[in-house]
């Protein structure tokens, strides 16, 4: 019996102390029914994202014009005036006289009949010593340094061909000045013997005959024939001129010479590949201008587009330098707009500035584009504008809520100008209408009557979970902690 009286003495504190632990936590119970959130004043910045990728200001496709394989490449004086620590002057000058384009055509070939005397050959290769740097990725070019040499002895056996035709045409240019003089020497002696002739005729009644007229008449012709020889003769001078001049240049062209000054981001051929120019130049370098300045191709969706000018300020990241954000401004907005998964999107070019070299050709970007700031305005958590209560927990009969505006995106005003937040009032909620104003997508600017700052409105509530079918809770149960329920 004493033990009887002891198991029910512990039994019955058991029941005492859970139902007591009960409802201590159930008298809790309403004080966290509702998760809130306090309106804060605060600085908003609405803001436009979007994704690009780094683009160098001005690239340029350097090819080749002429045919051939690629025997060398030109060395990298930067890397080689490194490599032995001299200086590297700040601006180095043109090698071509400053025309920063292709290398000059040579002048017109001599007018004797010396032959031209073959360009040398670059110190490259046999010439060249082989510890010394070729251009390669990332190496620093200036207008007229040599990038790359294509063997040049086809196009060298062209200029001695062009120059033979050329000695030749002159050879006979002067042939054709000496049967010039001959045929003006002849005309002139069968025109002196028709006037010798005209002149006996008159004073002596006997007619005399020096000259038949066959004869002036062809000395007459020769003459012409002669001077149009050598008309002729002139004429395929220059034009082996021409030619040689041609070939002269196709030899030139052997050597790739870089048009501007900048940096080459990609090399595309390789010593022994051979290129073929026919009706497309082949590529063999890609140089950038000036990698100081850069651009940032953005792809915008047209939803967005119109609240995008230029001039308008941007700031972007890349994964390279999470840490670090960087500022530009939209500088174009490019019309050819492109469909992507049935979104069509506009390209925005975003220029900035790179004068320590840290941002690099071809970076992902992620970008916000600055649509308008607000300081020291009410601001309110998107959560708070989508949640919605059920009918009961209401204080008052509302009036129809106003259309509220979803969570704005990533940028711009919200959907509506008007919305509806609730604050908590014991066990229930009220309503509270707002004005809306931008939003950065995490919190939108607010205003209204009944707000300000510290203002508690909801943002979801927390709900305990029932275990009987009927929504009875068990009091000797162990009490359930409320779990917290999304926000509709």
Same mark, same amino acid.
């Given at each position: 019996?004493?033990?009887?009286?002891?198991?029910?003495?512990?039994?019955?504190?058991?029941?005492?102390?859970?139902?007591?632990?009960?409802?201590?936590?159930?008298?809790?119970?309403?004080?966290?029914?509702?998760?809130?959130?306090?309106?804060?004043?605060?600085?908003?910045?609405?803001?436009?994202?979007?994704?690009?990728?780094?683009?160098?200001?001005?690239?340029?496709?350097?090819?080749?014009?002429?045919?051939?394989?690629?025997?060398?490449?030109?060395?990298?004086?930067?890397?080689?005036?490194?490599?032995?620590?001299?200086?590297?002057?700040?601006?180095?000058?043109?090698?071509?006289?400053?025309?920063?384009?292709?290398?000059?055509?040579?002048?017109?070939?001599?007018?004797?009949?010396?032959?031209?005397?073959?360009?040398?050959?670059?110190?490259?290769?046999?010439?060249?010593?082989?510890?010394?740097?070729?251009?390669?990725?990332?190496?620093?070019?200036?207008?007229?340094?040599?990038?790359?040499?294509?063997?040049?002895?086809?196009?060298?056996?062209?200029?001695?061909?062009?120059?033979?035709?050329?000695?030749?045409?002159?050879?006979?240019? $002067?042939?054709?000045?000496?049967?010039?003089?001959?045929?003006?020497?002849?005309?002139?002696?069968?025109?002196?013997?028709?006037?010798?002739?005209?002149?006996?005729?008159?004073?002596?009644?006997?007619?005399?005959?020096?000259?038949?007229?066959?004869?002036?008449?062809?000395?007459?012709?020769?003459?012409?024939?002669?001077?149009?020889?050598?008309?002729?003769?002139?004429?395929?001078?220059?034009?082996?001129?021409?030619?040689?001049?041609?070939?002269?240049?196709?030899?030139?062209?052997?050597?790739?010479?870089?048009?501007?000054?900048?940096?080459?981001?990609?090399?595309?051929?390789?010593?022994?590949?051979?290129?073929?120019?026919?009706?497309?130049?082949?590529?063999?370098?890609?140089?950038?201008?000036?990698?100081?300045?850069?651009?940032?191709?953005?792809?915008?969706?047209?939803?967005?587009?119109?609240?995008?000018?230029?001039?308008?300020?941007?700031?972007?990241?890349?994964?390279?330098?999470?840490?670090?954000?960087?500022?530009?401004?939209?500088?174009?907005?490019?019309?050819?707009?492109?469909?992507?998964?049935?979104?069509?999107?506009?390209?925005?070019?975003?220029?900035?500035?790179?004068?320590?070299?840290?941002?690099?050709?071809?970076?992902?970007?992620?970008?916000?584009?600055?649509?308008?700031?607000?300081?020291?305005?009410?601001?309110?958590?998107?959560?708070?504008?989508?949640?919605?209560?059920?009918?009961?927990?209401?204080?008052?009969?509302?009036?129809?809520?106003?259309?509220?505006? $979803?969570?704005?995106?990533?940028?711009?005003?919200?959907?509506?100008?008007?919305?509806?937040?609730?604050?908590?009032?014991?066990?229930?909620?009220?309503?509270?209408?707002?004005?809306?104003?931008?939003?950065?997508?995490?919190?939108?600017?607010?205003?209204?009557?009944?707000?300000?700052?510290?203002?508690?409105?909801?943002?979801?509530?927390?709900?305990?979970?029932?275990?009987?079918?009927?929504?009875?809770?068990?009091?000797?149960?162990?009490?359930?902690?409320?779990?917290?329920?999304?926000?509709?």
């Amino acid at each position: 019996m004493r033990t009887l009286a002891i198991f029910v003495l512990v039994i019955g504190g058991l029941v005492g102390g859970g139902a007591l632990y009960y409802r201590s936590h159930a008298a809790d119970q309403p004080a966290n029914l509702y998760r809130v959130a306090e309106i804060q004043r605060g600085d908003l910045r609405a803001t436009i994202t979007a994704t690009g990728t780094i683009e160098p200001e001005e690239v340029v496709d350097v090819g080749a014009q002429v045919m051939g394989r690629i025997r060398d490449f030109g060395v990298d004086e930067e890397a080689a005036k490194r490599k032995v620590g001299i200086a590297v002057p700040a601006d180095k000058p043109n090698e071509n006289g400053g025309n920063g384009g292709n290398r000059p055509i040579k002048a017109a070939a001599p007018k004797t009949s010396a032959s031209v005397s073959p360009p040398s050959k670059a110190p490259v290769g046999v010439g060249a010593s082989e510890s010394q740097p070729r251009i390669d990725y990332g190496s620093v070019v200036h207008v007229g340094t040599k990038l790359a040499y294509i063997d040049e002895t086809r196009y060298r056996a062209q200029v001695e061909q062009a120059q033979a035709q050329l000695d030749r045409a002159m050879a006979d240019l $002067e042939h054709l000045e000496a049967m010039v003089i001959q045929a003006s020497a002849a005309l002139r002696r069968a025109e002196q013997l028709r006037q010798f002739e005209q002149t006996r005729s008159a004073a002596s009644p006997t007619p005399l005959v020096a000259i038949s007229e066959s004869d002036y008449d062809l000395a007459v012709a020769n003459d012409k024939v002669a001077k149009s020889n050598l008309s002729v003769g002139k004429a395929a001078v220059e034009q082996a001129r021409a030619a040689l001049k041609q070939a002269q240049t196709d030899l030139d062209y052997t050597e790739i010479v870089s048009p501007v000054e900048g940096v080459i981001i990609d090399r595309r051929v390789n010593i022994g590949q051979t290129v073929v120019a026919a009706l497309n130049a082949p590529s063999l370098f890609l140089i950038a201008k000036d990698l100081s300045r850069l651009q940032v191709w953005a792809s915008v969706n047209e939803a967005d587009i119109g609240k995008i000018h230029p001039g308008m300020k941007v700031r972007f990241t890349v994964d390279a330098f999470p840490a670090e954000t960087f500022e530009g401004r939209v500088k174009q907005i490019r019309l050819n707009a492109q469909m992507t998964q049935n979104v069509v999107v506009y390209t925005v070019v975003v220029e900035t500035a790179n004068p320590n070299g840290r941002l690099l050709p071809y970076l992902t970007a992620n970008l916000e584009f600055e649509i308008e700031e607000h300081r020291g305005v009410l601001l309110v958590p998107n959560a708070a504008l989508r949640w919605a209560p059920q009918s009961q927990q209401t204080v008052v009969a509302a009036s129809p809520a106003p259309a509220r505006a $979803e969570a704005a995106g990533t940028g711009g005003a919200a959907g509506q100008d008007r919305g509806r937040v609730w604050t908590p009032e014991g066990n229930s909620v009220r309503p509270i209408d707002v004005e809306l104003g931008p939003s950065d997508g995490l919190a939108t600017m607010i205003s209204g009557p009944e707000v300000n700052a510290g203002l508690k409105v909801v943002v979801g509530e927390n709900t305990v979970q029932q275990t009987a079918d009927d929504g009875t809770k068990n009091p000797f149960g162990p009490p359930r902690f409320p779990r917290a329920r999304q926000s509709r």
